[in-house]
């Protein structure tokens, strides 16, 4: 009995030996040979390339172009220059009266925050109008932040509840009109106009 051969590869012949080639032409095998390792390299090194190249394009992205020819050293570190927040719109008008001269005066963009009894938050968005009785001259940005600041203080006091009702709107106007007469002294407040009133 023979032994029977499992293995297909086991028992190749050897080319070599068994004769050599004609000059000029290549072994085949050692041709394919050479082409799988090449195969082999290109498959272990293409993914290493792909994410070296992926770190680097990420990396670069997010430095932002800081090293680019002519930057300074140090410069991208600087904080950006952010520009001074607006002055809130604030417009005098003097219309024509019958009786008198008035001047009205604009306070716009109030957001004012407040409680009620249980802790719960609303938003107070108000644009006031003034009527102030005179003539009509230019106010200083130090007596608009003054009349800002009472008409903040003054529905800062309030409950926001009762700010609902048109009853304690009308309370409000004089409150505001008797407080904002005190902080700018010589001019009277005729009235005080709601231009915008939300309760968020």
Do not use: C
């Amino acid at each position: 009995m023979k032994k029977a051969k499992l293995d297909i590869l086991e028992d190749l012949p050897d080319l070599k030996s068994e004769g050599t080639a004609p000059a000029g032409v290549q072994d085949p095998t050692a041709a394919a040979g050479r082409g799988w390792a090449i195969n082999k390299l290109f498959l272990v090194a293409a993914p290493v390339v792909l994410v070296l190249a992926l770190v680097a394009g990420y990396a670069a992205l997010q430095l932002g172009g800081h090293f680019s020819p002519g930057a300074k050293s140090g410069e991208h570190l600087k904080r950006p220059e952010i520009p001074a927040p607006a002055a809130p719109a604030v417009k005098e008008t003097a219309p024509a009266a019958a009786s008198g001269q008035a001047t009205t005066l604009a306070l716009d963009d109030f957001i004012i925050d407040l409680q009620d009894a249980r802790g719960r938050h609303f938003m107070v968005l108000v644009d006031i109008a003034l009527q102030l009785q005179g003539e009509a001259k230019h106010k200083s940005p130090e007596e608009i932040a003054a009349a800002r600041a009472v008409v903040i203080r003054t529905l800062q006091g309030k409950n926001v509840v009762a700010l609902r009702s048109p009853e304690e709107r009308r309370k409000l106007k004089e409150d505001l009109a008797r407080a904002l007469e005190e902080a700018m002294g010589a001019e009277k407040v005729q009235d005080v106009f709601f231009t915008n009133y939300f309760i968020l």
